[in-house]
């Protein structure tokens, strides 16, 4: 430019171009992904892109992502993705300028019209961003129900054909586009059963009567304890005269298996009460409120015929262990 043609304020007061607060964001935003196809190069959809980028400027050497409904590796210093469900399947990536000519985005053919394919791209990115949450919260429902519900299950997924591709590949189903009920199949099921471990540990207090049969007092599986049916017997193995006292030494009996498992009262779920004559309900729940407080247990209480050694009332219960009884602030 000629000197004659430069105002003078600029002469006398230079200014520099002022810095582009974005500029470094928009460099970052200058590259694009790759993964190398049958036929050429294929470019990573929009957020798998973004999600390359952010884990390539981090310096991670590794990271993970789901591509047309396989999960695979992103190997950085290697520049390969890894198939996870067969490690043979390898492919190059390599990070380039958006400009490179490219087969399709992720899986989708390039058309002639780019808008098509922006939009294309975009519903995709919007399907898959909209059913992730469903695809982890569906994965977690079947886990659960796979250990605990031996036989098969039907479930419905609303879900984008691209979801369910990938649910299916990670499930070990074959995948139809227009099926959208899956089941369990018998062999996970089965397998699953046969594989999860029941830790059960028997409790016995010294203060109650031994058992009259081939049982255990209580026994603890993680946090619950399940207690026997307890009668009114002393430590002797004496039974107590009458439903009030019976009631009452059931419920003592009660109270020590509880605390040698490490409960209490407090601590009781539910209980069930078996008695030989309803007419004894009434002194039945007279002494029952002595020991229990609210919030008090869920209870069911039926007539039999006759219980062991003739006893007129027979009390087993549910509880949680951990929870240790608390006197009333009144009586300290």
């Given at each position: 430019?000629?000197?004659?043609?430069?105002?003078?304020?600029?002469?006398?007061?230079?200014?520099?171009?002022?810095h582009?607060?974005?500029?470094e964001?928009?460099?970052?935003?200058d590259?694009?992904?790759?993964?190398?196809?049958?036929?050429?190069?294929w470019?990573?959809?929009?957020?798998?892109?973004?999600y390359?980028?952010?884990?390539?400027?981090?310096?991670?050497?590794?990271?993970?992502?789901?591509?047309?409904?396989?999960?695979?590796?992103?190997?950085?210093?290697?520049?390969?993705?890894?198939?996870?469900?067969?490690q043979?399947?390898?492919?190059?990536?390599?990070?380039?300028?958006?400009f490179?000519?490219?087969?399709?985005?992720?899986?989708?053919i390039?058309?002639?019209?780019?808008?098509?394919?922006?939009?294309?791209?975009?519903?995709v990115?919007?399907?898959?961003?909209?059913?992730?949450?469903?695809?982890?919260?569906?994965?977690?429902?079947?886990?659960?129900?796979?250990?605990k519900?031996?036989?098969?299950?039907?479930?419905?997924?609303?879900?984008?054909?691209?979801?369910?591709?990938a649910?299916?590949?990670?499930?070990?189903?074959r995948?139809?586009?227009?099926?959208?009920?899956?089941?369990?199949?018998?062999?996970?099921?089965?397998?699953?059963?046969?594989?999860?471990?029941?830790?059960?540990?028997?409790?016995?207090?010294?203060?109650?009567?031994?058992?009259?049969?081939?049982?255990?007092?209580?026994?603890?599986?993680?946090?619950?304890?399940?207690?026997?049916?307890?009668?009114?017997?002393?430590?002797?193995?004496?039974?107590?005269?009458?439903?009030?006292?019976?009631?009452?030494?059931?419920?003592?009996?009660?109270?020590?298996?509880?605390?040698?498992?490490?409960?209490?009262?407090?601590?009781?779920?539910?209980?069930?009460?078996?008695?030989?004559?309803?007419?004894?309900f009434?002194?039945?729940?007279?002494?029952?409120?002595?020991?229990?407080?609210e919030?008090?247990?869920?209870?069911?209480?039926?007539?039999?015929v006759?219980?062991?050694?003739?006893?007129?009332?027979?009390?087993?219960?549910?509880?949680?262990?951990?929870?240790?009884?608390?006197?009333?602030?009144?009586?300290?």
């Amino acid at each position: 430019m000629c000197r004659n043609v430069i105002p003078n304020d600029y002469l006398n007061n230079p200014v520099l171009l002022s810095h582009d607060k974005n500029s470094e964001e928009n460099r970052n935003q200058d590259y694009q992904w790759y993964y190398e196809g049958g036929n050429g190069w294929w470019k990573y959809d929009r957020r798998s892109n973004s999600y390359l980028e952010e884990l390539y400027n981090k310096g991670e050497k590794e990271g993970s992502l789901l591509l047309a409904g396989n999960l695979y590796r992103i190997d950085f210093e290697k520049n390969i993705q890894i198939r996870v469900s067969d490690q043979t399947k390898t492919r190059k990536i390599r990070r380039d300028t958006p400009f490179l000519p490219a087969k399709g985005i992720a899986g989708i053919i390039v058309s002639s019209s780019i808008d098509n394919v922006a939009s294309t791209d975009i519903q995709v990115i919007e399907d898959a961003e909209r059913d992730e949450r469903l695809i982890q919260a569906l994965k977690l429902l079947m886990i659960t129900l796979q250990m605990k519900i031996p036989f098969p299950k039907w479930f419905h997924l609303d879900l984008s054909a691209i979801s369910r591709r990938a649910l299916c590949n990670q499930m070990n189903w074959r995948f139809c586009l227009r099926q959208t009920c899956y089941r369990f199949n018998s062999n996970m099921s089965k397998t699953s059963t046969k594989t999860s471990k029941i830790n059960k540990k028997a409790i016995t207090s010294s203060d109650v009567y031994k058992p009259v049969g081939p049982y255990s007092q209580a026994v603890l599986t993680d946090k619950t304890l399940y207690v026997s049916g307890v009668l009114g017997l002393d430590t002797q193995s004496n039974m107590i005269c009458g439903i009030e006292g019976q009631t009452r030494q059931a419920l003592n009996n009660l109270k020590s298996i509880l605390e040698a498992g490490e409960s209490s009262l407090q601590g009781v779920l539910k209980t069930t009460i078996l008695l030989t004559s309803m007419d004894d309900f009434p002194c039945v729940n007279k002494v029952y409120a002595e020991f229990f407080t609210e919030v008090y247990p869920a209870r069911s209480t039926f007539q039999v015929v006759k219980l062991p050694l003739n006893a007129l009332i027979e009390i087993e219960a549910i509880a949680l262990i951990g929870i240790k009884e608390v006197a009333c602030p009144c009586s300290r």
